[in-house]
């Protein structure tokens, strides 16, 4: 069945850590328990993620190795490993409860439910489809359906046009009521945000921000993870070596630890003491304790003359900005850069969460702030990138004097988050990042849908998906002119131009230039939900964005970097990397040769 703390998952002839992605092959005629002894890696891999799911797994190995080898495998035989009895297990969700908004009965048709194992922004799969209009609130709608894959993060994401309207949503699995903390998309049109689908009541209902692509879901594992590892000094430039303790909130948690930025979850080595940082290097830790989740956090640490290869960047916006996240770290490593890479998201949110909201959002759980004006205060950065998005304020420049942010433009938002981050570093790059629209929703606030300010920005409506593109990155283009007029004696901002790569990587695709990949694959390779109104990558998009980042970042290409966690071939990886260096290279603000 599944694998717990103590075992892990059992694929017949191995074993495959859900969490490292790690195919283990134990000796023949190995015991169970004497293959975790030897491997040494068995409730470490456990620990990591809790409930490793042998179906997922299974796709996991036979992408890996073949379908044919893993048969093979699959059909040898070896020794169950059982959970311990009294451990807590993430369930499958496989049914749900639910009450519509009023009079929205019937705008819930199409809705989804979707689970994760990423993160509440990225890697969402489709469980079921609302099929058939529910009961009026305030009476509740019960929906069962086949799932057994446990998911830590579960969504009701909102049909087009609906706004994402629910007044209560409830997941189960059989009979057990799912529990945890909630995630949603930020904002509302009617002051009515995503905490009332799960606060209990059906007299309060959720009606999001946008018509499209508006969700509201839990994180299934919330109560049961165990305290993040923190490092005391926290990682930064130094002139002097340190002695840095490392740190649990749960009590009785084991902590790993590598000082080279491996998976200490692979290589850790057992924490007993402070770790001497006498040279620069990155500290990555995990705690693990038996029946809970865990996870990584990492430090970087310079010791001695700063050196241009260590760099620490910080990207604030939606789940958009999630994009690259797990991604862009790993390959400014292949590139031979150390990248201190935060992030600072909420979902759905736009340039106004730096001021409105510095608290609560996703990625500084392991800072010595949560804050992020804090942070930006108290951490010198290289770079900072900020995404404006389809969402208010939705203008480029002007409203400085409004209040509060939300009614302000994009540019004097993303200004006072440069403004606080100069007082660390004056030379901090700040960046511009262009984004893009889903296939079948494209009109926007920034894309002619409706103008807050025509004096100011006022397009016509976007023809296409390749218009909206080139009007969300004049948009950009407009924010960067009012980042520089405010400071215009600091080094210049520039622009991730990911939005203007990405349709130049459709017109490769389109014309038969990435080898082995159809013609009209575009949107099935790179979008979550292919041609639909989801706006979110799948793992090759996202390697693709990272790639734009990393090229613009660095100024250099990106040819030759691995291509681990995607679908694509060494060649297709190839093609890949060359597009998003020429949409880099030859835009000229991008900042290459700066």
Same mark, same amino acid.
């Given at each position: 069945?599944?694998?717990?703390?103590?075992?892990?998952?059992?694929?017949?002839?191995?074993?495959?850590?859900?969490?490292?992605?790690?195919?283990?092959?134990?000796?023949?005629?190995?015991?169970?328990?004497?293959?975790?002894?030897?491997?040494?890696?068995?409730?470490?891999?456990?620990?990591?993620?809790?409930?490793?799911?042998?179906?997922?797994?299974?796709?996991r190995m036979i992408k890996r190795i073949g379908l044919l080898t893993a048969l093979s495998i699959l059909t040898a035989g070896w020794s169950t490993c059982d959970p311990p009895a009294s451990c807590w297990q993430l369930e499958p969700v496989n049914r749900i409860r639910f009450v519509p908004g009023p009079g929205q009965a019937?705008?819930?048709?199409?809705?989804?439910?979707?689970?994760?194992?990423?993160?509440?922004?990225?890697?969402?799969?489709?469980?079921?489809?609302?099929?058939?209009?529910?009961?009026?609130?305030?009476?509740?709608?019960?929906?069962?359906?086949?799932?057994?894959?446990?998911?830590?993060?579960?969504?009701?994401?909102?049909?087009?046009?609906?706004?994402?309207?629910? /007044?209560? *949503?409830?997941?189960?699995? $059989?009979?057990?009521?799912? =529990?945890?903390? %909630?995630?949603?998309?930020? #904002?509302?049109? &009617?002051?009515?945000p995503w905490p009332n689908a799960l606060d209990g009541s059906t007299s309060s209902f959720f009606d999001g921000p946008l018509a499209n692509d508006i969700y509201v879901g839990i994180d299934a594992a919330s109560e049961h993870l165990v305290g993040l590892p923190r490092f005391s000094p926290p990682g930064d430039s130094y002139?002097?070596?340190?002695?840095?303790?490392?740190?649990?909130?749960?009590?009785? /948690?084991? *902590?790993?630890?590598?000082? $080279?930025?491996?998976?200490? =979850?692979?290589? %850790?080595?057992?924490?007993? #003491?402070?770790? &001497?940082?006498?040279?620069?290097?990155?500290?990555?830790?995990?705690?693990?304790?038996?029946?809970?989740?865990?996870?990584?956090?990492?430090?970087?640490?310079?010791?001695?003359?700063?050196?241009?290869?260590?760099?620490?960047?910080?990207?604030?916006?939606?789940?958009?900005?999630?994009?690259?996240?797990?991604?862009?770290?790993?390959?400014?490593?292949?590139?031979?850069?150390?990248?201190?890479?935060?992030?600072?998201?909420?979902?759905?949110?736009?340039?106004?969460?730096?001021?409105?909201?510095?608290?609560?959002?996703?990625?500084?759980?392991?800072?010595?702030?949560?804050?992020?004006?804090?942070?930006?205060?108290?951490?010198?950065?290289?770079?900072?990138?900020?995404?404006?998005?389809?969402?208010?304020?939705?203008?480029?420049?002007?409203?400085?004097?409004?209040?509060?942010?939300?009614?302000?433009?994009?540019?004097?938002?993303?200004?006072?988050?440069?403004?606080?981050?100069?007082?660390?570093?004056?030379?901090?790059?700040?960046?511009?990042?262009?984004?893009?629209?889903?296939?079948?929703d494209y009109i926007n606030c920034m894309t002619g849908e409706w103008n807050r300010d025509p004096a100011i920005w006022n397009p016509s409506p976007a023809t296409s998906w390749e218009n909206s593109v080139d009007l969300q990155h004049e948009f950009g283009e407009a924010v960067r002119a009012g980042l520089v007029a405010h400071?215009?004696?600091?080094?210049?901002?520039?622009?991730?131009?990911?939005?203007?790569?990405?349709?130049?990587?459709?017109?490769?695709?389109?014309?038969?230039?990435?080898?082995?990949?159809?013609?009209?694959?575009?949107?099935?390779?790179?979008?979550?939900?292919?041609?639909?109104?989801?706006?979110?990558?799948?793992?090759?998009?996202?390697?693709?964005?990272?790639?734009?980042?990393?090229?613009?970042?660095?100024?250099?290409?990106?040819?030759?970097?691995?291509?681990?966690?995607?679908?694509?071939?060494?060649?297709?990886?190839?093609?890949?990397?060359?597009?998003?260096?020429?949409?880099?290279?030859?835009?000229?603000?991008?900042?290459?040769?700066?």
């Amino acid at each position: 069945m599944f694998g717990m703390p103590g075992s892990a998952t059992r694929l017949g002839g191995g074993l495959l850590c859900a969490a490292t992605n790690t195919w283990i092959a134990p000796t023949e005629g190995m015991t169970c328990s004497q293959f975790g002894a030897t491997a040494g890696l068995l409730t470490v891999c456990a620990d990591r993620r809790g409930m490793l799911d042998c179906g997922l797994a299974t796709m996991r190995m036979i992408k890996r190795i073949g379908l044919l080898t893993a048969l093979s495998i699959l059909t040898a035989g070896w020794s169950t490993c059982d959970p311990p009895a009294s451990c807590w297990q993430l369930e499958p969700v496989n049914r749900i409860r639910f009450v519509p908004g009023p009079g929205q009965a019937a705008s819930m048709v199409g809705g989804k439910i979707q689970g994760s194992n990423d993160s509440p922004t990225n890697g969402f799969v489709d469980l079921v489809t609302i099929s058939s209009m529910p009961s009026d609130s305030p009476a509740y709608t019960e929906l069962g359906f086949s799932n057994t894959t446990p998911y830590r993060y579960v969504k009701y994401w909102g049909p087009p046009g609906s706004y994402g309207q629910v /007044a209560e *949503i409830e997941f189960y699995s $059989d009979t057990t009521r799912l =529990a945890g903390s %909630g995630f949603g998309t930020s #904002g509302s049109r &009617s002051e009515n945000p995503w905490p009332n689908a799960l606060d209990g009541s059906t007299s309060s209902f959720f009606d999001g921000p946008l018509a499209n692509d508006i969700y509201v879901g839990i994180d299934a594992a919330s109560e049961h993870l165990v305290g993040l590892p923190r490092f005391s000094p926290p990682g930064d430039s130094y002139a002097s070596p340190q002695a840095v303790t490392i740190t649990s909130s749960t009590a009785g /948690a084991v *902590i790993r630890y590598t000082t $080279d930025g491996s998976d200490p =979850a692979i290589n %850790g080595i057992t924490y007993a #003491g402070p770790v &001497s940082v006498s040279r620069t290097m990155t500290l990555r830790a995990i705690a693990t304790k038996s029946c809970m989740f865990g996870d990584t956090a990492m430090g970087v640490y310079q010791i001695g003359t700063p050196s241009s290869t260590v760099q620490a960047s910080i990207h604030i916006g939606n789940s958009l900005t999630d994009t690259i996240n797990d991604a862009l770290a790993p390959l400014a490593t292949s590139g031979g850069y150390t990248l201190d890479y935060w992030r600072y998201t909420v979902p759905g949110i736009g340039t106004w969460i730096y001021e409105d909201s510095p608290t609560g959002g996703i990625g500084l759980e392991g800072a010595p702030t949560q804050n992020i004006q804090t942070y930006l205060q108290t951490k010198a950065f290289d770079h900072i990138s900020f995404q404006p998005a389809s969402n208010m304020p939705c203008i480029p420049t002007g409203h400085a004097g409004d209040s509060p942010a939300i009614n302000k433009s994009d540019s004097v938002n993303i200004a006072l988050a440069w403004d606080h981050a100069v007082t660390m570093n004056p030379n901090v790059q700040m960046w511009v990042y262009n984004t893009w629209d889903s296939g079948a929703d494209y009109i926007n606030c920034m894309t002619g849908e409706w103008n807050r300010d025509p004096a100011i920005w006022n397009p016509s409506p976007a023809t296409s998906w390749e218009n909206s593109v080139d009007l969300q990155h004049e948009f950009g283009e407009a924010v960067r002119a009012g980042l520089v007029a405010h400071a215009p004696t600091r080094p210049p901002p520039y622009i991730i131009p990911a939005g203007l790569a990405l349709k130049a990587l459709k017109v490769a695709i389109e014309a038969g230039d990435i080898p082995g990949m159809a013609t009209d694959s575009f949107w099935t390779r790179t979008f979550q939900a292919g041609f639909g109104t989801d706006d979110h990558l799948k793992s090759d998009g996202r390697y693709f964005v990272s790639l734009v980042f990393y090229a613009a970042m660095f100024q250099q290409s990106p040819a030759g970097l691995p291509h681990a966690n995607t679908t694509l071939t060494d060649e297709q990886a190839a093609a890949f990397q060359q597009i998003a260096w020429n949409a880099v290279a030859n835009y000229p603000l991008s900042g290459v040769g700066r």
